[in-house]
């Protein structure tokens, strides 16, 4: 089987502080960050909500796709989130 890549953003809640990585297992980095299990900027701003995600057949994909998103404005990423998840609803829920 072929590994997966996601790029993903959590947010703390609507609006606020946005969070955008890469991984290949998507469920257990969102419990992490969920659980607060990682000493990380999530853990240190309580950014738990997973507001959207991609997937990718390759890391570098994921990466281009990571980068790509770190430079976007906020509004841009803002309008990004809400073409899927208008009511920011925690995504891991359908994990």
Do not use: C, G
């Not at 959590?10 to 257990?28: D, F, G, M, P, R």
């Not at 959207?52 to 906020?74: G, V």
């Amino acid at each position: 089987m072929d590994k997966r890549w996601f790029t993903y953003i959590l947010a703390s809640q609507k609006n606020w502080t946005l969070y955008i990585w890469v991984t290949s297992n998507l469920e257990k980095r969102v419990y992490e960050h969920k659980y607060e299990l990682i000493e990380w900027f999530t853990k240190k701003y309580h950014i738990h909500d997973l507001v959207r995600y991609q997937e990718f057949p390759t890391i570098l994909e994921a990466i281009e796709w990571e980068k790509h998103l770190k430079w976007m404005s906020r509004k841009k990423k803002l309008a990004l989130i809400e073409e899927n998840n208008p009511f920011w609803n925690d995504l891991s829920t359908l994990l």
